[in-house]
Every structure is written in C-alpha cells, then in structure tokens.
C-alpha cells in the first residue's frame, strides 16, 4: 500500500521485454542505432511533429535542466510556478545548467500560474534592465505537481504571454501521459498546438526503467543540445536500452492505458477522502490527491499499512485535520487502493 | 538637484588626492605594494580585528557574489531579503560566482528579515533533503535597501539563527558607513561583535570612486579567496590604487563625517515630507528615504529640477499619492535640500 | 564483427535477469531501497573498504566529471595524461561540473604519465601562484586508454606524488575490469592500497546497460557528494535498476571473467597483427589493440566486414601502414575474433 | 630600476587629471554619463569603427574573459597560443566566464600561433564531435606574451582560418599601443581590417591606472555583453571613472606616443644585451625583452638593483647563461635604462 509516489513502483514488464530485446548484437553508440532512430520516430508520430528535434535522458530533472540550459543564459530569468518541481526539489539543477540563472517563482492556486500574474512579474524583471537579468524562459508543469491539470485553454494563455515577450515555452511534463489522459486530447493539442516550445515527456513515472524524451518541435531550438547532453554526463554509450523505453510505452498506447489507470484510482480516493469527512486541497485532476483527513482516518490508514506523505512535510504531523498526499501509480494495485479507501471511511 | 542614487556623485577629493600620492615610482603588482598593506592594516584597525583578511574590488556586487561565492556551494541556498540588492539589483552575480547556488528570500517590513521568519525557511529548506539543495549562507544588508538599520541585538539575532544551523553570515555593507554613522556605535559592533563573519565595507557610495574592501574575520574563511577574486578578473595589476581610495576615507574619520552628512540630510527630507503631506514607507535612518508624497509636491519638485526615481519602479507614474524614493550622499549640497524641501512644501 | 568499442554491445544476460528480479513491489527511490543498499556492501566487499562510500551512476563522464567536480573549485588544476578519456572525450565535462577548472595534460608513452612530468607540471603550477589557479586533483585511467596497464608500482609511484602536494587521486576506472583481470591482483591492490582516492568503477563497458560505481575510500571526501550528483540529474528515482546492475556483476565474480574473456581475445588478435606483419604501437595489456598493420591486411579484413576504426581518427585513411584500433568486449564472439585473425593473415 | 612588468608603475599625470576634470556634479550611473559617451565614440574614431560596440571594464582579465564567454558556449574550444595570457596568467577566468569551455592551447615560435599548425588542431577538434567539445573562438595575443608582433599579414592568415570556420578572431590586445606602435599601421589596420572581430584594447598597461576597452565590430557580436558585464560585478556604477581614463590615453595620440617609449627602451636593451654577450630568445618587437645573458651580466644588473623576473620562472636560478625577461614601460626612466645598459656591459 504505497502511496508515497509515482516513483516507488517499478518498470512495466512490456519495458523489460523490450530492454531484453534489443539486447543483442552489436550497433554503434551514443545514439547512432536503429532502435533510438525508431524511438525518436515514433515520439514524433505521437505528437505530430515531423521536425521535431527528439532526445533521450534518464532522468527527468536531467531533461528540465538541459532545456533551461538551452534557452537561458547565465543572467536569464527562469519564471515557473513557485511549487514547480524545476525550483523545490531539482537541487539546483536549473541554476547549474544554465550558469546561474535566476528562477523566478509565481503564486497560484492549485500549482498552476495566472498569465496576468506572469505578465506582471515579467514586466517587472524586464523592467529592471540589467539589475534583475535578461527574462529567458518560461516553464509550467503538465500535469502540475498538485496533480492539477492546465487545460488547452490556459496553456495557449500563457505560451501567448510568453510569445508576445518572445521567450519560449516549456512544458515539464514528467506525467504528461496523466495530463493527456485526463484531457482527453492529442499530445500535439497539449504541447505544440497549445504553444509549448520544449517538452519534457515522463516515462519514468509511468512505467519505464528510467527514461525521458526531450523534444524540441522547432529544430533551430535543439542547436548544440547534444553538446550540452553530453557536457552533462547524459550521453549514453548504449544509447537504446533508453531510447526502447520510451519505445515500448508509446508503442501501441500502453502510456495513455497505465497513465488512465492511475488517474482513475486517484479519483476513487478523492471520492472516498470526501466521503470519509476529508477535504480536498486541489481538484483531483490526474494522479495525485492534496487533501486533509480527519485524524482517525489517518490513524486508521497507517495501521493499515499505508504509505504516504504528510504535505507539505513532515512538520503537518499532529495537525487537525491532517494535511496528506497521495500518489497513484501506472501499476498501484486496486486492492491497495480499495484496502486504502476502506481504511479511511473506517 | 540629483537625488536618483549615492553613486550619482564622484570622489572625495580626499580620495583624488590620494590616488596622485601614491602615483610615483614602481611597485609589484597585484597586492604586494605597501600602499595596499597599509590600507588593510587601516581597516583591521578600525574593525577592531587584527586577525582579519581584507581584500579589495571595485564594485560592491564584484564583493558581495566573491564572498557568496566563497561560502556557498554550487548547490547551496543563501538566504536573504526579497529586497536584497543580491536579489534584486545584481543580475544574478552571485548565482554565477557560485555557479548555481539558490537565492531564497525572505519577507519582512522595512527590508529587514525576521530571525523567525528566516528559522522558519532555512528548517524548510534542510527538511527538502536533497531536493532544494544544502542551507549555505545567511545574508543581510546594512544599511538596508530601505534606509533603515539593523539594530545590534537584531544583527545578533539573525547571526545566532546562522550560528545554530553551522552557517556563516554575511553582511552587504555597500552603506555600512551609514549604518554605523546613525547606530552611532563601532565598527566592530555592527560587525564581528554582532556576529557577522564577512563584511563588504563599502567605500563607493561614501566618497570612493569605486572601492569597496571584502573582510573575512576568521582568515579560514578567506582560504582560496585570491584565487576566487583572479578567476573573477577582480584582481588589479595596480593594487595601491583601489586600496588608498579606501585609505582615504578611513584614515582620520572622514568615512564617518560623510555617512554622516547624507544621513543627516536624509532625516530633513524625511520631516519636509510629512510636513509637505506625505507619508513615510519606512523610518528614515539613514540616507534614503521613501515615501508618498501628494501629486502635487511631486510636480512641484520635479519643476524645481529635482531627479528621483518612482518606487518601485516607473509602473508607479500617475498614482496618488506617489511613491518616490530620496537618495542622499556624502556631498549632496545642502543648498539643494533645501530647493527641494521648498518644492515639496510648496 | 564488431570491434568499434566496447560499448557497441548490450548486457550481460544476468544483468538484464536481475532488472527483472528486483522490479517487484514498491520501494522508497532515491536510493533508499535495499537492492541500492546491498550493492554498495558488495562493491565495499569487493574493495576490502568497509569505509568507503559507494554511489551510482548511469554513465562514465557522469562518473568521472562529478569526482573531478567534488575534489578540484573552479579554480583548479586537474592533472592528466593528455589522451585521457576526461580531456580528449566528454566534451568538457570536468570544466562544466568544477565551474572551470583546467585540466592540464601530461605526455607519456602508451597512455601513462610518467611520476617525474607530473611532478615538474604540478611545481610549475604551483609557482604560479595565482596566475594559473591551484592544483586541485590528479586523475589517471586503469586500464589506459591505450588498453595499458598501470602496474601497482605505478600507481604507487604517482600517488606518492599526489599525496606529497596534499592532492588527491583519481582513478577513471572504465576498464577497472580489464585492468584488475590483467594484473592478477586484487581490487583493492589496484585501487586504495596503491593510493587512489576515489575510483571510477566501471560496469558499462563490461557487461551492464549503463552503470558504473563512483567509490570513495575515505567517507570524508564524499561530503555533499549527493547534493551534486542529484543538482546534476545523476541520481536515479528508481535507483534499484543502476544498483542491481553492478551487483549482477561483482556477485559471484562475473566482472572479472567478462573482463578476461575481453583481454583474452585482444592479446590473441595482437599476435595475429604481428604475424599479419603489422606492428603494436602500445603494448597489449587489456581489451585494445592499437596497431599498425599493411594495406592488405586492412582491405581484407574490411572485406571480411570487420568494423574497426582508423587511429587517431579518420584523417589516417589512406596511410601505409594503416594505423587502427580494435576493441574487443565481454561478449565478442570467439568466432569474430578467428574471422578477422583470418583475414589479417590473408 | 623597475623592469619586472609594465604594470609596476602608476599612472600618466594626464590619466589623473581627467579623473579630477570630470569629478564635479552628479551624472547617471552605470555607464549613462556623458564622459562615457564621449570615449565610447573617441575610441571608435580611433579604431575607424562607427558601428562597433564599446565598453570598458578594469583588468584585462576581465576584458579577455567576459569576450570568451560572449563567443564561447561552455562546451567550447578556445584555441590560443600556449604561452597566452588567457591560457597561462587568469587563474582559469576564460574557463569561469564561459561555464566551462576548455582552452586548447598551440605551439608556436615567439608567442606566436602559425595558421597551419591552428587549422589543424581546429580539424581536430572538428574531427571529435561531441566528445571534445564544439570549436567556438580564436584569440591572439598582439603584442605577443614573447614581445614580439603578428603582422597584419599574419593576423589575417588567422583570420581567414577562423571564418573559414565560422568562428570568431578575438585579440588580447593588452598591449595593443606596443603593437600598433611598433607595426606602425593604424589601429583600424591591425583589428577589424585584418579580421579581428572582438579587441580588448588595454589602458592599464599603457598609462591608465585600471582600464580597458572592449571592443565588439560587428555590434550583433555584443548581444547581451552587459548582462555579462555586470553579471561578473564588472559594471561600475560611477563608471565614467573608467571611461575618462581611456578618453585621457587616447585623444590626442598620447596613447602611442607612451607605446612607443616603451617600444624604443626595449630596442635599446636588446642591443645592449648583445653588445654583452647575451642572446635574445626572440625578436625584440615592443616592449619586452626576452635573452639570456651572461651570469656575470646577470650579477652585476642585480648588483646595480635592476629588478627583473628569470624565465620562465625561478627555477632558472643558477642556469648559464641566465633566461631573463626584461618589460620596459610607458614612463621607465631613460636613465634606469641607460644605468642597466651599463651594467649588462660591465
């Protein structure tokens, strides 16, 4: 019964089996194989971008970084969310890939930003000439770390203000396959369509090993990007055992089935929070519920065996009601999920 | 009539003089020179702190990202006001000296943080583990860049919170002149014996042309220091002529004649304010003052020729009342205090 | 017949068994997992260093440039041969994770530098001051790059003078395999008990998917060792899949008959290039063979669909005799090395 | 008797002056002052450059740096002489500024770099791709760190294999006074018309107490150079302090007239080191003398108090005959020539 994360959880076996296929013979490296050809191929099928520019890292704070890398110099100004994962749990990585670029954080409900409270805080940096930095990119997160979703509608707001100040877009998207799935849309209508420059698409989360695509979808934006991949230690010699990762996810959907199963055990559990007295702290969009509960709820989970994280650490402990988080996974077992919800309702 | 800043002035004659001085003959180059040697003798001298390390730079951001630099790692969190001129004013000079570190700031009335709210951060940011990276320095400004002044006891307040969590505090005295001059204590009072490790004693906006001494109390804390001050290109092949600028000022008091003077002209502006209907944003205690002033003073005032700026920015042109921000210095004439306390007055 | 690198070919079948092994159930990640914890017993056990602290990695420049980043500032000097990995081949990756640091080559025949030139490079460093930064850290590779081997004396012999200027050693140990398998010796032989300080123990190139091991003998020198890897994206949510692969390895001593089957095969193709009437232009002591060989041994052995390079690089197209490398792996097919010994025979 | 550098004596009295002459009155900071202005446009008169971009800092570490890192990502080639002042005496300053970028240094007679041996380690560099990082910018140094000069033919040799390349030509140009001088040609001769793109035009050595120029030609090479400037604390706030010293050099040709000085008393102490049985290591072209002499020459210079540097460092001590480098300067007293002159004589 872990709910601690979407991290805590393995890789899908259909990611195992393509690892071991792929295994054998030798081809050459750093990228220069069949198999990432294909797998870059395919992710370009997925979001309906012929020219876009595909790259295979490991990690997704590996996949953030390189793309505020590759759009802010030292002296830019990075503008996310004040709870973007890129500015509370990266370690820095922004600001050490770019040289000492500066993350300038945005309040808002639910871990998403207001394009009117950007636009403002752009044109304040903007206003500060030299003093504040060069404004340099812009980064939101789909789905949000509160498990919240940025509809179409308030992507193309902000890639707009973004646009019009002639900064780039990128799209953390480390469970983009629970924004899709939940959105119901293309991946082109979440990404480009809507005006993100740069995507980071999650495999980690959902299903593989350890595997991200970055992608550029204007290829003048990808220029020197390997240089940077590999400056950065990101460069695999046996480049395809990542690259069919992300292969055997897109493939034939299964990334939309597993990222629809957790969002659909993350909806049962709101409804159960509710039901037992709790409260939701953000609408339950994707696969991850914010919620406070009653104490005894709590106390009954945990001797249930359940796994999870008081939000937003562990200093709520011993709160009235107790401020909690859940995470669901491409693989969290319904039985976990129903032992879960009975525990809570008690 | 300029009010806009204290580095719209030149030198102190004094200051030119010196420069001549010390022009005859040949020297070694880079620090080795006795001119230098003298100037640091000078500044332990009138620290109080006869083991300290001084060194000079040009600028008061070159000191203040050398100094961050030498105390937080790459990954490091420095903590400090969210009007620090580190923040706000340096174009991200200490992320790149040190070569990623995190800014994280604090709120708090009149500039100044409280050593609450900053226990209260830093507990948060070393609860995030590895995420948010590793708690590096504490950083506080003196004179603040609201005018106002750290008392003693809160200089000390804010050291002990440093202290407790093994970090070292560092104070940004680009105005400690002034700080000093209005606190009418020692040198050593508002620094070391308060708790500060590193001081940036600036000279710049007190009479130098541009001068400002880095010092490091505990010469452990300045190991590798030249090295850092070189890769920076802050190193002068001719030493003595940084030096004596601050040799200048500090020999024979006159550091503390001239903070004086601007402070005092500060206070005279603060009370034609409230005299002339407007209101202070924050105590005036040393040579700034901000505040609203009735439209009509403000067009006054600028009829009369005077320069200022809108605060926070020109974004506050057409309001009512208008928020300005007074900056006086060493040699602001009184005869133009007194032109613009008439303007204001009406 | 693939003798292009060593990391042209996949993963040892029982690396690929135990990514499946471990993937059950949900574990905490970051490394908190006991597959991570028992990895790092084993590779301590392995190295007879109860001490040491034992982190991983998905990649070789990640490897070495985070070592070069932990021991030598921005302001460093990095000691190396002047055809290590680290200078000639990651893209600068030690200048990025140092901040700058300079690696500063050493020549040396057959891949080795010479305990002497070191130490007149390091005096020269270190006289000059400021000027040229300070010395920072000294990095050798075991096996070469020349497919040499360090012996145990050699090893000594420039840690000695490492540890004399108060700077540590690094080993970059891609080939640590082939180097230990090599020499006879044990892994701790070649790499504490002769000096080295931190070593690079390298699994991709023998047998895993990606993986390598970063040691550090003495725990101090590990201090904040993870705030860097995680702020360079190297360290792994599901970390169990980099653990499990070195431990697939190092249990049970697969590690070692991989790398001699490796070595096994080159020494039997170097006989063959001088029975073929070419000549070695280092000696072959591990995995690689760098030779020269006729004109119509390399058409044959082209024709025969040998993959190999040309040496340095391909500017050497069309020289007699043809200068060439050739790799020889955990898994090259016995029959592909009597295919190519065939046709360099003729 | 001073012959240790050409940074050991002060400033030219007219240097002084114009420090006092612009003193009065209040100005904008940060560069937006009328006496910037003025030496922007002189040294673009001076240079026949009316579109070029000027600014100034104060060493020309930084000068050197801040044009690597406007030209060189941080996975950059940097190619330059092996005994270049970028490579040699900035403590890693061109590695700090770009992030990483490494300095691939060339061999070459007399400090200077030949454009076959330069093209064929860019070919090189070229040949690597990703693993050596991306050939980014040429820098020479003129007059050389040996004293000697590259003509305008030989500049723009270099030239031409940089923008074969698509690559920049930056030149260090500390003592660029010495080699306009000496060359006789204009200052528009030896930059942009024989293909430098980027100049850093030095004050320091020539007279100014700490100022530099730096020059971009094609104004779309100085995108965002003052978010680097000021990045790096090299923005002075009372800027026109900086500006004013170079307007003192160069109205008025002062500027050449104290190169040439300099250049005509190092002609003279190269022949008096022949006249005594010495020999120069390479022609005396400006102002810096490079032989060995006699050890009885060596004893009586010292004897007569002439301080010097032995070449390339200490170590020289006791050698037969004795390296030495001897660097006249703008002011060196004709009579500390002659008395050396007479000493090397006997």
Redesign the interface.
């Known amino acids: 019964m ?1 709910f ?2 979407d ?5 899908h076996p259909a990611v ?1 089996a393509a ?2 296929d ?9 990228g220069a194989d069949p198999v990432t050809e294909r797998a870059e191929a395919v992710i370009r099928e997925v979001l309906e971008a012929p020219q876009a520019v595909v790259r295979f ?7 953030n ?2 793309v505020c890398g590759q759009y802010a ?4 100004r990075i503008y996310c969310h004040q709870d973007a994962h890129i500015e ?6 922004p ?9 300038v954080t945005v309040p808002g409900g639910s871990g998403k930003m207001q394009p009117g409270e950007l636009a403002s805080r752009m ?2 940096g903007a ?2 000439g ?5 404004n340099g990119l812009i980064s939101i997160t789909n789905a949000t770390e509160w498990g919240t979703i940025y509809s179409l509608q308030e992507i193309a707001a902000i890639a707009d203000v973004a646009h019009e100040a002639g900064l780039p877009l990128h799209m953390d998207g480390a469970r983009f396959a629970n924004a899709v799935a939940a959105a119901g849309c293309s991946a082109a209508d979440m990404s480009w369509r809507a005006g993100v420059d740069a995507l980071c698409f999650g495999g ?2 959902n299903g593989a ?2 595997a991200e695509a970055v992608v550029f979808f204007d290829p003048a934006h990808a220029e ?1 990007f ?3 991949r ?9 480049q ?3 690259a069919v990762q992300m292969l055997a996810l897109l493939e034939g959907g299964l990334w939309l089935e597993l990222a629809k199963h957790a969002n659909d055990l993350a909806a049962g559990l709101a409804d159960a929070i509710l039901a037992a007295g709790g409260n939701l702290l953000a609408p339950v969009q994707s696969n991850a519920v914010f919620a406070t509960i009653p104490p005894e709820a709590h106390a009954r989970a945990k001797a249930a065996g359940a ?1 999870y994280y008081l939000w ?4 709520a402990e011993g709160q009235d009601p107790v401020p909690i988080r859940l995470v669901t ?1 491409w693989n969290t077992p319904d039985a976990d999920v129903a032992a879960l919800i009975a525990a809570l309702k008690g």
Chains 1, 2, 3, 4 share one sequence.
């Open positions: 872990n601690a994360s991290n805590t959880y393995g890789a195992l690892l071991s792929c295994n054998d013979g030798a081809v050459m490296g750093y890292v490991a990690t997704g704070t590996a996949a970084a390189l110099p030292r002296y830019g509370t749990s990266e370690c820095g990585a600001e050490f890939f770019t040289g000492g670029a500066k993350l044109w304040r206003a500060g030299m003093n504040g930095g060069r980690t989360k090993m350890g020197d390997d240089y940077r590999k400056q950065s230690g990101h460069v695999f010699s046996k395809r055992f990542l796994i937003p650490d562990k200093s996974a």
